[in-house]
């Protein structure tokens, strides 16, 4: 009779949990447990990421400084030994062009200091400032960095002044044209060849494919 009344309760109970609530109940439990891993794996992969996002700018970072760095140090060196070199050869002589502030020295066509990458250079084939109707070509670079000593030539204009100090006499240049050619390794030199002039080359302010060209006439010695 007792065991009778166990089977008949545990039959109710049986019957009071639908087999849907049973369902309903494993769904949630399984949505719960799942939340959770998913949680986990998301901050798991914010964490890789953001570690390998921030190895990646450190390291970016680190590579940029040290590019920077040597480039500096290369720049520097170059300018050193200019240095040292200028002062072991003396500038035979000086361009002066008051309007861009710009005064530096130069030296012979034969110097190995006479160079492009080094400081303002005197083009082979040009005539030296006392020679009568010559042509005395100057070249140098202009943009950035330390050996742009033509990087303000764009700010001239015709009638602007030039001086050249050479063999203890002042030569003094009138800019009487400007014109830009494309870069082909060479320049055509428009002049009059009845005049002594003074040719100042360099390339043209922001236009990489270009060189302008100012040519500029002998007014006075001093």
């Keep these: 009779m007792y065991t009778r009344m166990v089977k008949k309760q545990n039959n109710k109970m049986t019957k009071r949990i639908s087999p849907n609530l049973t369902a309903v109940i494993g769904a949630i439990v399984i949505m719960i ?7 986990n794996y998301i901050q798991t992969m914010k964490i890789t990421t953001f570690d390998k996002m921030a190895n990646v ?3 970016e970072q ?3 400084a040290t590019i920077e760095v040597d480039e500096k140090t290369k720049e520097e060196e170059d300018k050193t030994e200019s240095i040292t070199n200028s002062e072991t050869e003396k ?6 062009i008051p309007k861009i502030n710009l005064e530096k020295g130069f ?5 190995l200091e006479n160079d492009v990458e080094k400081n303002i250079y005197i083009v082979p084939g040009s005539s030296y400032p ?3 109707k010559g042509n005395f070509i100057i070249a140098a670079h202009s943009g950035t960095g330390w050996k742009a000593f033509f990087n303000d030539l764009y700010k001239l204009q015709k009638n602007d002044i030039v001086e050249i100090s050479y063999n203890g006499k002042k030569y003094t240049y009138t800019i009487t044209k400007i014109y830009k050619q494309e870069k082909t390794g060479t320049i055509a030199i428009y002049r009059n060849y009845d005049k002594t002039t003074l040719t100042l080359v360099t390339c ?3 236009d990489s ?8 006439e002998l007014s006075s010695v001093e």
């Design 33 to 39: 447990g799942g939340f959770f891993l998913s949680y």
């Design 57 to 59: 700018i450190y390291t």
């Design 62 to 64: 680190k590579e940029s």
């Design 91 to 96: 500038y035979i002589g000086y361009l002066n």
């Design 107 to 111: 030296f012979s066509i034969e110097s």
């Design 130 to 132: 006392d020679v009568e």
């Design 204 to 206: 043209t302010n922001n």
């Design 209 to 216: 494919k270009t060189q302008t060209i100012y040519i500029a």
